[in-house]
């Protein structure tokens, strides 16, 4: 499996723990780390990552100033 594939996989992973009411990170990455036989390493590499995208999505829609578009095009 390749890391892009295995990211997508350990997200995906984290985000069925999150929808599924688990709050707590370690016990979110233990059992990640247990469901996908990954190292724990990866799992907070991959959070971390995951963490970075998330933040920067909530910016965008938080954002005030409104952004140039080409919406005439």
């Known amino acids: 499996?390749?890391?892009?594939?295995?990211s997508t996989i350990i997200k995906e992973a984290i985000n069925s723990y999150l929808d599924k009411g688990v709050t707590d990170?370690?016990?979110?990455?233990?059992?990640?780390?247990?469901?996908?036989?990954?190292?724990?390493?990866?799992?907070r590499r991959v959070a971390r990552d995951l963490r970075t995208e998330l933040?920067?999505?909530?910016q965008i829609l938080q954002s005030d100033m409104p952004k140039t578009s080409t919406d005439d095009e």
């Open 25 to 43: 990170k370690q016990d979110i990455y233990t059992k990640v780390v247990d469901e996908l036989g990954v190292p724990r390493p990866t799992v």
């Open 1 to 6: 499996m390749n890391r892009t594939n295995q």
């Open 55 to 58: 933040l920067q999505k909530i």
